[in-house]
């Protein structure tokens, strides 16, 4: 794999190490205050659901697939439901994918959200489902899900630590990675889980930038007309969203600073651990302890496990 911003290559570490100071000085400088003030809001939440002690249980000895919002899942529901159906499998979603999992009949057993500012999320909501979320979520967010929450702080230290006091120490601890995903492989991995998957964690993109069903997806269709058909309002969202070349052995492929950060991370976390991701996504992760592999043939290993 190589990337490319705009006409000029740069040398993998300094773009690595270049991407996550940006990330971490990004949500320091832009979000802290509005932290402050959720986390405020959320104390009541948080001491009636309280933390990830129980989550740990839970996922022990479990097949888990994390699914992502990113386009490749589309072409997926129908495998995904039968997969989520068999034996000892867990599905943990990302909140923006959580919406259009519900209309194609599959319920996950959690959905993880960092969403610091008010969406439309979790307008529905089955209470079979429990939210993972991070302390200093959208307290509008939260208050509109029905069924049970488990909360969880930042492993970032420094000015975060008197956050994460007020929070309550005890809640649990889960690494960043950028985005919601790369949260949720960081809980999932410290759980004692049999396997993990991967699906719709694209990271990048090339017609389409999210999953069918998604509230960005609804903007594109409020948005078009006869002559900027709502694919074509897609595309242009995509255009202007690129800002590196991810060249894979699928194609190539686009990205943002954000999705690169995360891959990146993951790639990473990966190589340096016994345990191997498997990895359905288009173009998803890379690299060592990673099997990139078709959603159909991961299904088959399930069901011949049973």
């Known amino acids: 794999m190589s990337l490319q911003k705009g006409s000029m290559c740069f040398p993998f570490f300094m773009e690595r190490a270049e991407l996550f100071t940006k990330i971490n000085e990004g949500i320091i400088d832009e979000r802290f205050h509005l932290f402050q003030k959720n986390v405020d809001k959320n104390a009541f939440l948080i001491k009636q659901f309280g933390g990830l002690r129980c989550i740990v249980d839970l996922l022990r000895g479990k097949d888990v697939i994390i699914a992502g919002a990113g386009s490749s899942i589309d072409k997926e529901m129908f495998l995904l439901r039968e997969a989520v159906s068999l034996r000892d499998v867990v599905l943990i979603c990302a909140d923006m994918a959580y919406l259009p999992l519900l209309r194609s009949q599959i319920i996950p057993d959690f959905v993880i959200t960092c969403e610091t500012s008010p969406n439309d999320y979790f307008i529905a909501s089955e209470k079979s489902s429990r939210l993972l979320a991070f302390s200093c979520s959208s307290n509008s967010n939260l208050r509109r ?33 950028s985005t919601v995903i790369s949260q949720a492989v960081s ?13 719709g964690n694209d990271l990048a993109y090339k017609d389409s930038y999210y999953m069918k069903g998604t509230f960005r997806s609804f903007k594109d269709e409020l948005n078009y007309s006869r002559i900027a058909t709502c694919d074509s309002v897609a595309m242009n969202y995509v255009r202007r969203a690129r800002q ?18 995360a891959k990146y991370w993951l790639e990473e976390l990966f190589a340096k651990s016994s345990f191997s991701l498997i990895e359905c996504s288009l173009p998803g992760c890379r690299g060592s302890n990673i099997l990139n592999v078709k959603f159909d043939k991961y299904l088959k290993y399930l069901k011949e496990r049973l």
């Open 145 to 177: 899900w029905k069924g049970q929450i488990s909360f969880y702080n930042w492993m970032m230290k420094g000015e975060y630590e008197k956050l994460w006091e007020k929070a309550g120490t005890g809640l649990g601890y889960v690494s960043t990675g």
């Open 187 to 199: 809980l999932a991995l410290g759980c004692g889980i049999k396997s993990l998957a991967l699906i």
């Open 244 to 261: 590196f070349v991810v060249k894979s052995p699928v194609g190539d492929f686009y990205s943002h600073n954000q999705f690169l950060a």
